[in-house]
T-cell receptor, first 112, second 115 residues
Framework: GEDVEQSLFLSVREGDSSVINCTYT??????LYWYKQEPGAGLQLLTY?????DMKQDQRLTVLLNKKDKHLSLRIADTQTGDSAIYFC????????????FGKGTMLLVSP | DGGITQSPKYLFRKEGQNVTLSCEQN?????MYWYRQDPGQGLRLIYY???????QKGDIAEGYSVSREKKESFPLTVTSAQKNPTAFYLC??????????????FGEGSRLTVL
């Protein structure tokens, strides 16, 4: 079945780069997503990548996709304390676009 | 402004009581979803609805019920049959125009605590 795995915690210093990793199992995934959740709030879409792309860059965010290894990463350049949050990786399911499968989330803590 | 509104934000319930969580969207989205979030568990899908008057069970539907009588509204009832109802509940929606990307828009969540 479909499964999405992430490491649970990452700690970095302000100004460093952060790299959050994700692996997935569904080879038919069409889109992969990164969402951000701040404490006590809902999820906001940060970025997404289509499965026929290797990389996508959007300002401080860089997404890398290795489809062969089913590995997705999110790099945040010049990490700020405001980036502290939980980051979720998600994939579109085999059944189409009706649902997304989410990882358990990576808590990013940025220290000054 | 357009968005998804969940209410109440915090809710306390005694054991044995049913409780209904509200989710309203004014984005004109066709599909709506309910997820449950527990610490360290990520998001688990409870129910979803792709059109009015139709809905499907997700991965953890037992002890929950929903209705979709209007496009804008997708309330979730947590029944007394749900064994561990204390959690953070998230409602989401998706428009037909974003179908190719599958982007979900989320509400701010409702935290239910059973005393």
């Amino acid at each position: 079945g479909e499964d999405v795995e992430q490491s649970l915690f990452l700690s970095v210093r302000e100004g460093d780069s952060s790299v959050i990793n994700c692996t997935y199992t569904d080879s038919s995934s069409t889109y992969l997503y990164w969402y951000k959740q701040e404490p006590g709030a809902g999820l906001q879409l940060l970025t997404y990548i289509f499965s026929n792309m290797d990389m996508k860059q959007d300002q401080r965010l860089t997404v890398l996709l290795n489809k062969k290894d089913k590995h997705l990463s999110l790099r945040i350049a010049d990490t700020q304390t405001g980036d502290s949050a939980i980051y979720f990786c998600a994939e579109s399911t085999r059944s189409g676009y009706s649902t997304l499968t989410f990882g358990k989330g990576t808590m990013l803590l940025v220290s000054p | 402004d357009g968005g998804i509104t969940q209410s109440p934000k915090y809710l306390f319930r005694k054991e044995g009581q049913n409780v209904t969580l509200s989710c309203e969207q004014n984005l004109n989205h066709d599909a709506m979803y309910w997820y449950r979030q527990d610490p360290g568990q990520g998001l688990r899908l409870i129910y979803y609805s792709q059109i009015v008057n139709d809905f499907q069970k997700g991965d953890i539907a037992e002890g929950y019920s929903v209705s979709r009588e209007k496009k804008e509204s997708f309330p979730l009832t947590v029944t007394s049959a749900q064994k561990n109802p204390t959690a953070f509940y998230l409602c989401a929606s998706r428009s037909g125009t974003s179908i190719n990307t599958g982007e979900l828009f989320f509400g701010e969540g409702s935290r239910l605590t059973v005393l």
